[in-house]
């Protein structure tokens, strides 16, 4: 039957008509994970105990009568999204056995719409990184290549799905965690507007950067998760109250494309870029064209600074958010203290990884008195500017169009030693974070068999309009349906 | 010596009287078992927010009115970072820039008994931190984190205060204002009112202020005092033996009553601080401002003045009012309620109802008794239906017994006129056994009287002394 090709909706079909039982469908894919993740490590954990009982409950649900659309589906969570007595590592040894006393928002919302947690997935410590190297829990593979980084921090969601593990994941996104990995692995990724999403529970990078969102096969199965995940949280004060959150409805006509402007900019295709995913990025574009879009040339004349300023802005909250790791009360502690200096001090040097320490350092620095100004001060101006770049553009245009990461996925090991070069790698999707904007990755070709993906940003809170045109797009292609042949059995 | 002049300015740490902490559910009552009052948000879990109580708003906005401060339309909450294994989160949330209320003053008496405006500089709202609990015995330090989170308004005066005496006419000020509006419960020995004070000496003539040093936690006026003092004097000392004074923080012992070195300013924190981003801005329209402004009750200075010329009451009466805004509204109903004279009714309200509460450390809530039924009771004494012993016996049975008030006073009143019949047989009685006393009394010798009232009062022991002589001298006047 071919189940791990299928999208969520054909899930949902074939466990509303009894076909398959949430319990069957569970143990395929735990199946899947026990055959092939050897191969990819895209999970920290996998608890097969836990998975089972949903689906049975799941499965008492459905005979009644009772369920929801999504109930019994599985699902795998970023291991940074807090789980009631399931390890949650955030990929740090620092936090290698902690069992979090809580569901997280994302979570409680998604087993509250029956869907079965099928296992916790790996990531870049703390969810700094772009190519899931970071992990205390080692590098996860590219399912195209294994050679290949999968991207970050969402490495370990975008690999699992990628290789059809899980029928879809979630991810986080503070520069570019969901869709750079999405668009490394052949994937759609959808980072929300900032507010849109609950980060209760989600372990904070950079707190007015996170949030949170879903990997998937495609857009239409990006909206059903998005659907039940988004909304105001009381225990989020930045979650958004005043938007009226309506179910997305994926029905855009051929007059509505018609009245469609797409902004391309362009200081995002300036010499740097590659020049064949350039030529991707522009086959897509012109297949916009033809389906009835309208293209416009705009310009975002500050985006060069956005890098400098993500860097600094993400670091300095890192720095505050993960001084609460100190030994004291929960996660890893260094052996025998003689002094509370001295748990500080061997705690966090044995417990952090080089990535984070650095950042932790960054963040330190930019923050402290006398380059408070000149380094933080400085950044949140940029970031202002950033955002009136936008502000502008989209008076404009509808939506703005960009590769999701200027290049393909590289090879593990090949940009550990030159941090510039990785940070670089997020030029495209960190300025939507520093705006708060909504964005989504869909694939749209492939350059030396590895998938490319384009970056579609929207205006704020326009996720479904964002949902709306990537699935046109999917219906008229089918970049989204390939599966690296290593993984496309049962 | 006597050149020399101090400079004082106080931070005062007010804990904000609300159930639950400033950003998360959990109780903030005093005394719990260790950390059985602290949510996986006050112990910092990974992943938890904080959310703001909007209580903690209000207690500040009636807090910046009541010092005449400007109440910040916009306000935000800052990460003030250090390590310290108390502060679960290892940043305190604070506020630094934009804090809640800025500007503001209050009046006190200086040492020249002369009103003196002192200056505030700002009140802003912070979390607590939990308490650690050192263990010689056990060799290891405890960590209870029930306190962590609980909300503080921390009020900064500008330099404005000359003597030790200002400071502590100051905080009671301070306090004055925080308990009667119910801001806090001002409790010092629970710690809901501390204070840090900078101190700082210079000469008369000189403009520049010298170097401060800050006295850290200081949780009584009597030790805001003698510490104060002790520094000031230190200071000069220092000074005159030529030395300097070095920016510091110290702590006072209260045993030893000196101040000694904590910190000095090369080894204190850079406590990086920035903007919360968990926490948006606190927006505060005029409409709120002014809703809260009308729901509050009359400040403690304006009811002063209102006591002392409106109603003739004592100085020492004024002050048991002013320290409970309870009591004073309690009063207040009474004063409005019965045509008594309110010095009057005011003693007969300490005497009776405030004795008891201060004896058996009750609140006025937990006296059952009304405003109504004090007057009721108080108006039969003035119709000399009952006795001003029976006031406090009428307050007691009401305390223990739900019996109608009117029925109580009717039974005094009843127990009474059967006494004053049997009064009035005894001062018979005396009379006819005295000839000779009421012989002395006809020639004029009305010292005598006194003799009568304490025969009968030897047998007629609860009676009113003044009723009886009254009697006594009806009857010897006929005879």
């Known amino acids: 039957m071919d189940i791990y090709k299928k999208s969520l909706t054909q899930l949902a079909a074939l466990l509303n008509s009894k076909q398959i039982s949430s319990k069957e469908l569970t143990r395929y894919f735990l199946k899947r994970i026990a055959k092939y993740d050897s191969k990819l490590n895209s999970f920290i954990s996998v608890d097969e105990d836990y998975a089972n009982q949903q689906a049975d409950n799941a499965d008492k649900l459905i005979s009644a009568g009772k369920n929801n659309f999504l109930t019994g589906i599985p699902i795998a969570h970023k291991d940074l999204f807090s789980t009631k007595d399931i390890f949650t590592t955030c990929g740090s040894k620092m936090l290698e056995k902690y069992l979090p006393p809580y569901d997280a928002t994302v979570v409680k919302k998604l087993n509250d719409a029956g869907m079965i947690s099928i296992g916790k997935t790996n990531m870049d410590e703390f969810a700094m990184g772009s190519s899931n190297e970071s992990s205390y829990f080692g590098d996860v593979k590219n399912p195209w290549n294994l050679e290949k980084v999968p991207g970050g921090s969402s490495g370990g969601s975008a690999s699992a799905v990628a290789a059809r593990l899980s029928p879809v994941a979630t991810g986080s996104d503070t520069g570019g965690s969901i869709r750079q990995p999405a668009a490394f692995c052949g994937l759609t990724g959808l980072k929300p507007t900032y507010g849109s999403v609950s980060r209760y529970g989600m372990i904070a990078y950079a707190s007015s950067l996170d949030q949170g969102g879903p990997i998937g096969k495609s857009a239409e199965d990006c909206a059903v998760i998005f659907d039940e995940i988004k909304g105001f949280d009381k225990n989020d004060s930045t979650s958004n109250h005043q938007i009226d959150f309506k179910k997305t409805q994926l029905n855009l006509t051929k007059d509505d494309v018609n009245k469609i402007t797409i902004g391309i900019p362009k200081e995002y295709f300036s010499q740097e870029m590659n020049e064949d995913i350039s030529k991707i990025i522009f086959q897509a574009i012109e297949e916009f064209k033809n389906l009835g879009f309208n293209i416009k040339d705009i310009t975002l004349p500050d985006h060069r600074y956005s890098i400098p300023a993500y860097y600094i802005i993400a670091s300095a909250e890192a720095s505050s958010n993960l001084s609460r790791y100190d030994g004291v009360k929960f996660g890893y502690r260094c052996q025998d203290p003689i002094s509370l200096e001295d748990l500080y001090f061997r705690t966090r040097k044995e417990g952090f990884g080089t990535e984070v320490k650095k950042r932790i350092m960054i963040g330190t620095y930019a923050l402290s008195s006398g380059y408070y100004d000149e380094y933080y001060m400085r950044a949140l101006k940029i970031r202002r500017i950033i955002r009136d770049n936008f502000r502008e553009a989209f008076k404009e245009v509808d939506f703005i169009f960009s590769p999701t990461s200027p290049t393909t996925a590289f090879n593990i090991g090949e940009k550990t030693s030159n941090a510039l070069e990785m940070y670089l790698s997020d030029v495209y999707t960190t300025p939507v974070n520093l705006a708060g904007l909504p964005a989504i990755s869909i694939p749209v070709g492939f350059n030396n068999q590895l998938p490319v993906g384009m970056q579609i940003i929207g205006d704020y809170f326009s996720e479904s309009n964002i949902l709306n045109i990537a699935n046109y797009f999917q219906k008229e292609t089918d970049w989204h349906n390939y599966i690296p042949e290593e993984f496309n059995h049962e | ?479």
């Open chain 2, 1 to 479: 010596m006597s050149d020399w002049e101090s400079v004082i300015g106080l931070e005062i740490h007010v804990q904000l009287m609300t159930k639950s902490k400033i950003f998360s559910s959990s109780s903030t009552a005093y005394g719990a078992v260790p950390n059985e009052q602290a949510s996986y948000i006050d112990l910092g879990m990974p992943g938890t927010l904080p959310v703001l109580n909007e209580e903690v708003i209000k207690k500040a906005i009636e807090f910046g009115l009541a010092i005449n401060g400007q109440i910040s339309k916009k306000s935000i909450f800052a990460r003030k970072n250090y390590f310290y294994p108390d502060l679960p989160k290892n940043y305190q949330i604070s506020q630094l820039d934009l804090p809640i209320v800025e500007g503001g003053y209050i009046k006190i008496q200086n040492d020249q008994n002369i009103a003196k405006r002192i200056n505030i500089l700002r009140a802003h709202l912070e979390e607590d931190a939990g308490k650690s609990i050192h263990s010689k015995k056990d060799n290891c330090t405890f960590i209870d984190l029930n306190r962590a989170g609980t909300p503080l308004l921390e009020v900064v005066s500008e330099p404005d205060l000359r003597s030790a005496n200002e400071a502590v006419e100051y905080m009671k000020k301070i306090h004055e204002i925080a308990t009667f509006l119910k801001i806090s419960d001002g409790n010092m020995q629970e710690g809901s009112f501390r204070c840090d004070a900078n101190v700082s000496v210079k000469k008369y003539n000189d403009k520049e202020l010298g170097t401060r040093t800050e006295l850290k936690n200081i949780n009584s006026f009597k030790f805001v005092e003698k510490a104060i003092n002790f520094e000031i004097q230190r200071q000069i000392d220092l000074i005159e033996d030529g030395g300097r004074v070095i920016q510091e923080t110290r702590l006072y012992d209260e045993n030893k009553n000196i101040t000694k070195s904590m910190r000095s300013k090369e080894e204190a924190n850079d406590y990086r601080y920035f903007p919360d981003p968990d926490l948006l801005p606190i927006e505060i329209n005029e409409k709120f401002i002014k809703e809260i402004k009308d729901g509050m009750p009359m400040l403690p200075d304006e009811k002063r003045v209102s006591y002392q010329e409106d109603h003739a009451l004592t100085n020492e009466q004024i002050n048991i009012l002013l320290n409970n805004s309870d009591l004073s509204q309690f009063v207040d109903e009474v004063i409005k309620k019965s045509k008594i004279e309110p010095k009057k009714l005011m003693n007969y309200f300490i005497s009776s109802i405030y004795l008891k509460m201060n004896k058996e450390n009750l609140l006025i809530q937990d006296m059952t008794i009304t405003p109504e039924d004090f007057c009721k009771i108080i108006n039969a004494v003035e119709d000399k239906k009952i006795s001003k012993g029976n006031i406090k016996q009428i307050v007691d049975i009401l305390l223990t017994t739900k019996g109608s008030t009117e029925k109580i006073i009717k039974k005094f009143a009843k127990a009474q006129d059967d006494d004053l019949e049997n009064i009035d047989s005894l001062i018979d009685k005396v009379i006819s056994d005295n000839p000779k006393q009421v012989d002395d009394y006809k020639k004029g010798k009305t010292k005598i009287l006194g003799f009568f009232v304490g025969q009968v009062l030897k047998i007629a022991k609860d009676s009113d002394p003044g009723l009886i002589k009254e009697k006594i001298i009806k009857i010897l006047n006929k005879v």
